[in-house]
């Protein structure tokens, strides 16, 4: 893809072109999908408040903020938006031919037993927790994605943040995305005996949504359009030739 006509094109009409926020190059970040709703910067790396990666809603309606007020339910459910797409066409565009098999990247599910979860969970933080009895959410960002989380056990209790670190604690890679919700099932004496994770989005979600940003395009809307999308605020500005 990277040295396709269409990219070498896009190079020639944007040469000299730089994305800027107020008279500075923007740090533009990018995800694969946001699940729906963009990330901020403050909630997956240093408490830094960058006013163009702020939380967007991944639609042509509800670009300029998002007004989702349960973001739980909102994980739960499939809403519209640019990256709720499986049009095989425009993904060819954005993933490597590796990830395109993977078609649950806008919802997901990952199912544990008691057993699976309190080794990988033990193994990760190197700390034995016993029964792993809850996993409670305790900061999200805008887009839902957990900043913070606590892990209860029978043994002990430790809380990790941000969300790379509780990406990786509970996968034995790491999970999509940290935007997710818990249900702990067959509780038996208070032990959960499974917990199923329901998730929204693949990657960090600040800035550019990869899948949305192909969609839109597909959609007609100009390069300028989308990259001023999802960096609000922000300028793009010709400095050399």
């Not at 896009?10 to 040469?15: D, E, G, L, N, Q």
């Not at 927790?129 to 892990?151: A, M, N, T």
């Amino acid at each position: 893809m990277e040295t396709s006509p269409h990219v070498a094109k896009a190079i020639k009409y944007t040469r000299g072109q730089v994305l800027t926020y107020d008279g500075d190059i923007c740090d533009a970040r990018f995800s694969k999908c946001c699940g729906g709703i963009t990330e901020e910067f403050e909630y997956c790396w240093e408490n830094i408040n960058k006013p163009y990666l702020k939380s967007v809603r991944d639609s042509a309606d509800m670009a300029e903020a998002h007004d989702v007020k349960d973001l739980e339910a909102f994980i739960r459910t499939s809403p519209d938006a640019f990256c709720n797409t499986t049009d095989k066409a425009v993904l060819s565009q954005v993933l490597n031919d590796y990830d395109q098999e993977t078609t649950d990247f806008y919802r997901w599910h990952v199912e544990y037993t008691q057993e699976q979860l309190k080794r990988l969970i033990a193994e990760k933080l190197k700390m034995d927790f016993g029964d792993i009895l809850d996993l409670q959410p305790v900061e999200r960002g805008r887009s839902g994605r957990l900043c913070r989380l606590k892990i209860v056990g029978s043994e002990r209790s430790f809380t990790i943040g941000k969300e790379l670190e509780i990406r990786r604690a509970l996968s034995e890679t790491h999970l999509y995305s940290s935007a997710f919700v818990v249900d702990k099932l067959d509780v038996k004496d208070g032990v959960p005996q499974k917990f199923r994770l329901t998730g929204a989005g693949w990657g960090h979600g600040v800035g550019m949504c990869q899948i949305g940003a192909a969609v839109m395009g597909a959609n007609g809307y100009s390069y300028d359009s989308i990259l001023l999308h999802y960096y609000k605020g922000a300028e793009i500005k010709k400095i050399y030739k």
